[in-house]
């Protein structure tokens, strides 16, 4: 097999879903500070990211009443897949050694999920908690191919409606972007 194309962060920022692959009711979302997500995810040792090459994410939300929706999908390329191999690795072994842990004051429940294959390894969890008195539903996959993760969370507070279904969709149609676009067969 070859090896992949590595991107740039502009090419990489094509492969990612535009708004236009959202549910009418979405806007973009502005970026957020990842120093805020230390403690995410049993404390998933993301450190390692800095080893990224290059990088791009996006994200959408939606709010209705006092619910609220909102989609991030990210990609992050390293100089092989190796590396990409063990961060994702490093992913699945924080899911598979923690069922809750605290941030923010808030308590999250931890639960792998099992996730159609997409890509060469798939890792996906839920994380629940109530925060300030709302539900809160945090769904994660995190797909390996090549040298890359693509990273999408899907995240509902009040009654939104499950995001499992459009979040599978949004990943497999990066995946399969990127895909294309690095000339992995």
């Known amino acids: 097999m070859p090896e992949a194309q590595q991107l740039t962060e502009a090419e990489l920022e094509d492969t990612l879903p535009t708004l236009g692959d959202m549910p009418a009711i979405f806007s973009p979302s502005k970026a957020e500070d990842d120093s805020e997500h230390k403690s995410f ?51 699945g072994d924080a899911i598979d050694k923690c069922n809750k842990y605290t941030s923010g004051g808030d308590t999250y429940t931890v639960r792998p999920m099992s996730a159609v294959r997409i890509g060469d390894d798939t890792v996906a969890a839920r994380v629940t908690a109530k925060s300030a008195g709302f539900a809160v539903a945090v769904n994660v996959i995190m797909v390996r191919t090549g040298p890359s993760l693509v990273a999408s969370l899907s995240a509902t507070i009040g009654l939104a409606h499950s995001t499992i279904d459009d979040l599978v969709r949004l990943t497999e149609e990066t995946v399969n972007r990127y895909e294309a676009a690095a000339s992995i067969s």
């Open 41 to 91: 995810l049993c404390g998933a040792d993301v450190e390692h990211f800095d080893q990224r090459n290059a990088e791009a994410s996006v994200g959408y939300v939606a709010q209705q009443g006092l619910s609220a929706q909102q989609f991030t999908v990210g990609i992050s390329q390293f100089d092989s897949p190796e590396v990409a191999a063990e961060q994702i690795r490093a992913f």
